[in-house]
């Protein structure tokens, strides 16, 4: 099981703020896959002044259907593990950045995905709070999780959306220095 990230007093816009610097700064772009936090990421960056220089778009596929056709999510792998899965989140991320390059323009750098149960009644035979974070770039995908938000529905949904684009910051400074 994952921990989630120690929080001090930085905000949600903050990490946004940083996450669109951090994407600038390097000429790339993010696309973004949501289910759980149905949105949620999407209204964090682009609540940053200038985020139309780094973020392209995205999608949320609450329906499994939708990550299926839609993102390319393994039809196999949600008949046996269900969509609430480390392997899910990762082909989401792979998915966002899939749907959000254009034929204009180099293919989308990053991308990021989300899947979870928010409750109120566990999902897949997941516990309410059990999320996954699927983080993709050039060179491969990751997922982070299972984290285990407590709290309200609204609750482990603004932890996903604060704890996604934290990680998506962590790998974006281990790329800059890579």
Known sequence: ????????TETLLDIAADVIQLLKSSNATVGVAESLTAGGVMVALTSVPGASAAFLGGVVSYATPLKQTLLNVDATLIAKEGVIHEEVASQ???GARRITTHDDAPPTTWGVGTTGVAGPDKQDGKAVGTVYIGIASPTGSKAFGPFNF????ERIREATVMEAL????????????A
Do not use: H, I, V
């Open 1 to 8: 099981m994952s921990a989630f990230l120690a929080r001090n």
């Open 92 to 94: 989401m991320a792979e």
């Open 150 to 153: 407590p709290g309200t529905r």
């Open 166 to 177: 934290a990680r998506l910051r962590e790998e974006l400074m281990k790329a800059r220095q």
